[in-house]
Protein backbone atom coordinates (compact mmCIF):
# COMPACT_ATOMS: atom_id res chain seq x y z
CA UNK A 1 0.00 0.00 0.00
CA UNK A 2 2.76 2.11 0.89
CA UNK A 3 4.50 2.14 -2.68
CA UNK A 4 1.43 3.64 -3.95
CA UNK A 5 1.97 6.99 -2.12
CA UNK A 6 3.87 9.41 -4.24
CA UNK A 7 4.73 11.65 -1.43
CA UNK A 8 4.02 12.06 2.04
CA UNK A 9 2.58 15.21 2.84
CA UNK A 10 1.75 15.81 6.52
CA UNK A 11 3.13 12.96 8.84
CA UNK A 12 1.98 11.35 11.37
CA UNK A 13 3.62 13.86 14.61
CA UNK A 14 3.01 16.74 12.67
CA UNK A 15 -1.12 15.85 12.46
CA UNK A 16 -1.29 14.76 16.15
CA UNK A 17 0.46 17.82 17.53
CA UNK A 18 -2.30 20.03 15.29
CA UNK A 19 -5.59 18.17 15.90
CA UNK A 20 -4.18 18.46 19.74
CA UNK A 21 -4.19 22.22 19.60
CA UNK A 22 -7.23 22.35 17.15
CA UNK A 23 -9.16 20.63 20.31
CA UNK A 24 -7.55 22.87 22.80
CA UNK A 25 -8.50 26.17 20.84
CA UNK A 26 -12.35 24.69 20.40
CA UNK A 27 -12.55 23.79 24.00
CA UNK A 28 -10.87 27.22 25.44
CA UNK A 29 -13.76 28.73 22.77
CA UNK A 30 -16.28 26.83 24.49
CA UNK A 31 -15.56 27.99 27.81
CA UNK A 32 -15.41 31.84 26.96
CA UNK A 33 -18.86 31.32 25.18
CA UNK A 34 -20.32 29.42 28.30
CA UNK A 35 -20.78 26.55 26.14
CA UNK A 36 -20.33 23.29 28.49
CA UNK A 37 -21.95 20.32 26.37
CA UNK A 38 -21.30 20.09 22.82
CA UNK A 39 -22.77 17.64 20.59
CA UNK A 40 -20.36 16.37 18.01
CA UNK A 41 -21.19 15.12 14.32
CA UNK A 42 -18.60 12.99 12.85
CA UNK A 43 -18.90 12.96 9.04
CA UNK A 44 -18.40 9.08 8.45
CA UNK A 45 -16.04 8.01 7.08
CA UNK A 46 -13.58 10.45 6.08
CA UNK A 47 -13.53 12.11 9.23
CA UNK A 48 -13.56 8.77 11.29
CA UNK A 49 -10.09 8.72 12.81
CA UNK A 50 -9.48 12.81 12.73
CA UNK A 51 -12.63 12.80 14.91
CA UNK A 52 -11.68 10.08 17.26
CA UNK A 53 -8.45 11.74 18.03
CA UNK A 54 -9.72 15.16 17.97
CA UNK A 55 -12.25 14.14 21.09
CA UNK A 56 -9.95 12.25 23.44
CA UNK A 57 -8.37 15.84 24.11
CA UNK A 58 -11.81 17.34 24.62
CA UNK A 59 -12.02 17.99 28.80
CA UNK A 60 -15.69 18.25 28.63
CA UNK A 61 -19.15 16.61 28.28
CA UNK A 62 -19.96 15.52 24.82
CA UNK A 63 -22.76 13.64 22.47
CA UNK A 64 -21.47 11.53 19.71
CA UNK A 65 -23.58 11.48 16.74
CA UNK A 66 -22.51 9.76 13.50
CA UNK A 67 -23.82 10.75 10.00
CA UNK A 68 -22.75 8.96 6.71
CA UNK A 69 -22.34 11.67 4.03
CA UNK A 70 -20.90 10.65 0.72
CA UNK A 71 -20.69 12.63 -2.81
CA UNK A 72 -17.92 11.04 -4.25
CA UNK A 73 -18.62 7.56 -4.37
CA UNK A 74 -15.03 6.62 -4.33
CA UNK A 75 -13.54 8.54 -6.77
CA UNK A 76 -11.62 11.63 -7.35
CA UNK A 77 -14.23 14.08 -8.27
CA UNK A 78 -17.40 14.58 -6.85
CA UNK A 79 -20.69 13.96 -7.80
CA UNK A 80 -22.15 17.09 -6.52
CA UNK A 81 -24.93 15.36 -4.62
CA UNK A 82 -24.40 14.97 -1.28
CA UNK A 83 -26.13 11.70 0.15
CA UNK A 84 -26.83 11.57 3.85
CA UNK A 85 -28.17 8.67 5.34
CA UNK A 86 -29.50 10.61 8.94
CA UNK A 87 -30.34 13.66 10.70
CA UNK A 88 -29.70 13.26 14.02
CA UNK A 89 -31.63 15.02 16.73
CA UNK A 90 -29.52 18.57 17.53
CA UNK A 91 -32.42 20.60 18.42
CA UNK A 92 -31.74 23.31 20.84
CA UNK A 93 -27.79 21.82 20.90
CA UNK A 94 -24.49 23.74 20.39
CA UNK A 95 -23.23 21.13 17.39
CA UNK A 96 -19.55 20.78 16.86
CA UNK A 97 -19.47 19.79 13.17
CA UNK A 98 -16.25 17.63 12.15
CA UNK A 99 -15.25 16.34 8.14
CA UNK A 100 -11.45 15.15 7.01
CA UNK A 101 -11.50 17.73 4.02
CA UNK A 102 -13.04 20.77 2.48
CA UNK A 103 -13.08 20.96 -1.20
CA UNK A 104 -16.34 22.20 -3.08
CA UNK A 105 -17.67 22.75 0.38
CA UNK A 106 -20.64 21.12 -0.65
CA UNK A 107 -20.58 18.60 2.04
CA UNK A 108 -19.88 20.93 5.16
CA UNK A 109 -21.90 24.05 4.05
CA UNK A 110 -24.99 21.14 3.08
CA UNK A 111 -25.03 19.47 6.17
CA UNK A 112 -24.23 22.66 8.54
CA UNK A 113 -27.70 24.18 6.89
CA UNK A 114 -29.54 20.91 7.98
CA UNK A 115 -28.49 21.03 11.13
CA UNK A 116 -29.38 24.40 11.79
CA UNK A 117 -32.81 23.56 10.04
CA UNK A 118 -33.21 20.72 12.21
CA UNK A 119 -32.64 23.44 15.48
CA UNK A 120 -29.16 22.93 16.33
CA UNK A 121 -28.79 26.24 18.81
CA UNK A 122 -25.16 26.59 17.06
CA UNK A 123 -23.39 25.06 14.79
CA UNK A 124 -19.48 25.37 14.61
CA UNK A 125 -17.35 23.83 12.01
CA UNK A 126 -14.11 21.76 11.86
CA UNK A 127 -11.88 20.56 9.15
CA UNK A 128 -8.71 18.91 9.03
CA UNK A 129 -8.07 19.41 5.11
CA UNK A 130 -8.96 22.74 3.31
CA UNK A 131 -7.82 22.69 0.00
CA UNK A 132 -8.65 26.45 -0.53
CA UNK A 133 -11.39 25.53 -2.93
CA UNK A 134 -14.42 26.81 -1.85
CA UNK A 135 -15.31 30.17 -0.58
CA UNK A 136 -16.21 28.90 2.48
CA UNK A 137 -14.06 28.40 5.34
CA UNK A 138 -14.76 26.07 8.42
CA UNK A 139 -14.80 27.82 12.03
CA UNK A 140 -11.29 25.68 12.65
CA UNK A 141 -9.34 23.98 10.43
CA UNK A 142 -6.17 21.83 10.21
CA UNK A 143 -4.07 22.19 7.08
CA UNK A 144 -4.40 24.11 4.06
CA UNK A 145 -3.31 21.80 1.62
CA UNK A 146 -2.68 21.79 -2.22
CA UNK A 147 -5.35 21.23 -4.50
CA UNK A 148 -4.38 17.99 -4.74
CA UNK A 149 -6.20 14.18 -4.74
CA UNK A 150 -4.61 13.50 -1.30
CA UNK A 151 -5.47 9.69 1.12
CA UNK A 152 -5.09 8.62 4.20
CA UNK A 153 -5.57 9.55 7.90
CA UNK A 154 -9.17 8.71 7.15
CA UNK A 155 -9.17 10.01 3.53
CA UNK A 156 -9.88 6.90 0.51
CA UNK A 157 -9.46 6.12 -2.72
CA UNK A 158 -12.46 3.43 -4.34
CA UNK A 159 -12.53 2.86 -0.52
CA UNK A 160 -8.49 1.89 0.73
CA UNK A 161 -5.85 3.91 2.19
CA UNK A 162 -8.19 5.00 4.97
CA UNK A 163 -5.57 3.52 7.62
CA UNK A 164 -2.65 5.11 6.95
CA UNK A 165 -1.41 7.01 9.58
CA UNK A 166 -0.04 10.16 7.45
CA UNK A 167 -1.89 11.91 4.64
CA UNK A 168 -0.51 11.81 1.47
CA UNK A 169 -0.55 11.91 -2.45
CA UNK A 170 -1.72 9.33 -4.12
CA UNK A 171 0.84 7.90 -6.91
CA UNK A 172 -1.39 9.11 -10.59
CA UNK A 173 -0.93 5.75 -11.84
CA UNK A 174 -3.15 4.33 -8.92
CA UNK A 175 -6.05 6.14 -10.18
CA UNK A 176 -8.09 4.75 -13.20
CA UNK A 177 -9.44 7.37 -15.58
C1 LIG B 1 -15.43 13.42 0.99
C2 LIG B 1 -14.90 13.97 2.29
C3 LIG B 1 -15.83 15.13 2.58
C4 LIG B 1 -16.23 15.60 1.22
C5 LIG B 1 -15.50 16.86 0.86
O1 LIG B 1 -16.49 12.55 1.23
O2 LIG B 1 -14.93 13.01 3.30
O3 LIG B 1 -16.96 14.73 3.31
O4 LIG B 1 -15.90 14.55 0.29
O5 LIG B 1 -15.77 17.28 -0.44
P1 LIG B 1 -16.65 18.55 -0.80
O6 LIG B 1 -16.10 19.71 -0.01
O7 LIG B 1 -16.39 18.70 -2.28
O8 LIG B 1 -18.08 18.26 -0.49
P2 LIG B 1 -16.82 11.28 0.33
O9 LIG B 1 -17.99 11.55 -0.55
O10 LIG B 1 -15.57 10.83 -0.38
O11 LIG B 1 -17.25 10.20 1.40
P3 LIG B 1 -16.36 9.51 2.54
O12 LIG B 1 -16.18 10.52 3.65
O13 LIG B 1 -17.18 8.33 2.97
O14 LIG B 1 -15.03 9.12 1.92
Do not use: W
Amino acid sequence: MKRDIQKILIDEDVIHKRVAHLARQFQRDCIDNGIETVTVVILLKGALLFAADFVRHLDMKIQVELVNASSYNGGTKSSGVVALDRTPDVLNKDVLLIDDILDTGLTMTTVRKQLLEAGAASVTTCVLLDKRVSDYSCDFTGFDIPNEFVVGYGLDYQGHYRNLPYVGVLNPSCISI
